[in-house]
């Protein structure tokens, strides 16, 4: 529990975190993975029909109507994230897993291609379920109406269009998803969400496995005369659902929005990310902080023998201790506020009567952030920098706010 904090993880943590979360998810095994991503088609189906619901007889301005919808809908990902569920255009952060070769590309190939299906099929299976339920009778069928017309605008669009906005989508998603490991608790991740996932459905973006559920929906109801009576009616003209096929629906939508939702979310958002705070060369940068190995001094010696040795060195501190296990830190600035301003001699004092103690040890892939808020909360600045348990060095408050 001394390790409990409330504040979020920082982007460098928020990375390796997901990167721990995309080796679970590579090496799930089949059958969990495939009823997981079942209940994510389930829960974005969800959403999807909430949004159809709170939408379909807005009166207010296009603007807010969007919004609106899109924070309802984004209930589809808090189930995913919160309840827990494998969804395909989340688990396009996988890659980052893969780029620092912790999992194969079969391993990813596969996860995507299980979780791509299972989604499909958990969205096929509300579609289903709400035909039964009557829903779409819903205000004399106008949510059906809604929905017939939301279907038919999807498949309408071009297909660069459709790629595009895929792309836009799942960069928002996939952030949404990112945010999340930021957080500590439920409040935090449902507000991670919302707003992400809000404007992505404002925006008009496409999400492919939102699309699973919308178009398919459409594709029951086109036949359905009380409900193109609806649409009908809501547009004020009558409405032609002859671009409403299955074929329009794999071929003009889910192929382009697929393959833009894996560029938005794999690409530029979980390469972005890799390339920031995981691959070798960023994980370098506090290596080349790192001031070169201190001097040592025996916790007996002098202040003076430690002035000597730091001037001779070029150092601002001296590590105390035997051994390699340092046990303090004695700092210019230690001797100063210690010895020189009370006038003691400094032949006469031990080091370790002055010296800051327990030294404080941060790992070496530590983040700069964290490495300044140790300093700040300690009180101190030197830290002792190891890797794998091993001192390797130093790094004091200046070596950060000299260096780039």
């Known amino acids: 529990m001394s390790d409990f904090q409330f504040d979020a993880y920082s982007p460098k943590e928020m990375a390796e975190r997901v990167e721990k979360a995309g080796v679970t998810k590579g090496n799930l095994d089949f059958l969990s993975t495939l009823v997981l991503s079942l209940l994510a088609g389930i829960f974005i189906a969800f959403g999807a029909l909430f949004y159809t619901l709170v939408i379909h007889d807005s009166n207010a301005s296009q603007g807010f109507t969007r919004l609106l919808g899109g924070v309802v809908f984004s209930v589809g990902l808090i189930l995913v994230i919160v309840a827990g569920a494998e969804l395909f255009t989340g688990n396009n952060l996988i890659m980052m897993a893969y780029m620092n ?31 039964l339920s009557g829903h ?11 929905a017939l017309l939301i279907a038919l605008g999807k498949v309408q669009i071009p297909f660069l269009q459709a790629f595009a906005r895929g792309i836009l989508c799942n960069m928002l998603v996939c952030l949404a998803v990112w945010l999340c490991f930021s957080c500590r ?11 992400p996932i809000a404007a992505f459905v404002a925006l008009g973006f496409e999400h492919c496995v939102a699309n699973m559920f919308f178009i398919p929906a459409g594709l ?30 794999f071929f003009r939508n889910l192929l382009p929005v697929t393959i833009g939702n894996i560029i938005g979310g794999a690409v530029i958002i979980a390469l972005v990310y890799w390339f920031l ?27 003076s023998h430690a002035l000597r040795t730091m001037k001779e060195k070029k150092q601002s501190c001296v590590l105390v201790g035997a051994d390699g296990e340092a046990i303090g830190i004695l700092s210019e600035a230690d001797v100063a506020s210690k010895v020189s301003v009370a006038n003691l001699d400094p ?28 300093m700040v909360d300690n009180g101190v600045k030197h830290l002792i920098v190891t890797e794998k348990n091993v001192q390797i060095g130093y790094i004091s408050l200046n070596d950060i706010l000299r260096k780039p």
């Open 136 to 146: 779409w009778g819903t205000h004399n069928y106008m949510v059906g109406g809604r």
């Open 220 to 249: 029951v109801l086109k036949n359905i005369t009380a409900v193109t009576a609806a649409a009908s009616t809501a547009i004020g003209k009558p409405v032609s659902v002859a671009d409403l096929t299955w074929g329009a629906f």
């Open 277 to 303: 705070y995981l691959r070798s060369g960023a994980i370098q940068r506090v290596r080349k902080l790192i001031s070169k190995v201190p001097s040592w001094v025996e916790p007996d010696d002098s202040v």
């Open 101 to 131: 070769k912790k999992i194969t590309f079969g391993k990813l190939a596969r996860n995507w291609a299980i979780v791509f299906v299972g989604n499909f099929a958990g969205s096929l299976a509300i579609v289903y379920l709400v035909h």
């Open 347 to 374: 032949d006469s004092v031990p080091v370790k009567e002055i010296m800051t103690t327990p030294a404080i040890s941060v790992e070496v892939n530590t983040p700069i952030y964290r490495i300044y808020k140790t």
């Open 185 to 195: 608790n439920v409040a935090d991740k449902v507000l991670a969400i919302i707003f």
